[in-house]
């Protein structure tokens, strides 16, 4: 069974400031990992994610994650935020034994304040 | 290359009806996956189809039901609708090479209110 934990349903931060959003895994097998962003009406666009390899991932509008096996997180960052990343945030795992089906977090609403 | 397309965009039915979604996966992709997000909350696998069979299933009654099409396209059938299985319906393709698959890309939802 695999499961994942959000911590913080919502953060405010202001603009220019570090995000950090917290997820935590659980997973009885190697997890492959993922961020996602939702906007307002949308569908999810994925940010980033870790299969196998490199820790520390990249992504797109200038997001990363790293995942630590020992501490069964994967935590995501942006350096400064700006007001277009204000949007809902979801964390999701998965891994080959699950069929690479998604088990997603209950997600984190990020408020930009300028 | 054309995206994840989802029709219809909002949708209203009584309780006790039936409801048919419909989703048109990206070019290239084999697997359509289907989740339910309600509101305030994260998307809840429902099932998967691989090469038009069903590829797993999380907790969904029976009369959650799903098919895909020769082209990949998928429908999900929702039947005596009940007044918690108002959502947004997620599809998510992917490519799979013997039944693993690689990142999901979703497509927009539809919104499905039941009153």
């Known amino acids: 069974a695999q499961s994942v934990t959000q911590l913080g349903s919502h953060v405010s931060v202001s603009e220019g400031a570090l995000v950090l959003l917290r997820c935590n895994y659980s997973s009885s097998v190697p997890p492959y990992l993922f961020w996602y962003v939702q906007y307002p009406n949308q569908g999810l666009q994925l940010l980033l994610k870790y299969t196998t390899g490199a820790t520390l991932v990249k992504g797109i509008n200038g997001f990363e994650a790293e995942f630590k096996k020992s501490e069964t997180s994967f935590h995501l960052t942006k350096p400064s935020a700006h007001m277009s990343d204000a949007a809902e945030y979801f964390c999701?795992?998965?891994?080959?034994?699950?069929?690479?089906?998604?088990?997603f977090g209950g997600g984190t609403r990020v408020l930009v304040k300028p | 290359e054309t995206g994840v397309t989802q029709s219809p965009t909002h949708l209203i039915k009584t309780r006790g009806q039936q409801v048919t979604l419909r989703c048109s996966s990206q070019?290239?992709?084999?697997?359509v996956s289907w989740y339910q997000q309600a509101l305030g909350q994260g998307p809840q696998f429902i099932f998967q189809y691989y090469r038009e069979e069903e590829n797993g299933r999380g907790n969904f009654p029976p009369r959650f039901s799903g098919l895909q099409f020769p082209n990949y396209s998928s429908e999900l059938n929702v039947n005596a609708l009940e007044l918690d299985d108002s959502a947004l319906y997620l599809c998510a393709s992917s490519f799979s090479i013997g039944r693993e698959s690689y990142e999901q890309y979703f497509g927009p939802g539809t919104r499905l209110t039941v009153t």
């Open positions: 999701a795992v998965s891994s080959k034994a699950a069929g690479n089906k998604l088990t």
């Open positions: 070019s290239g992709h084999n697997t």
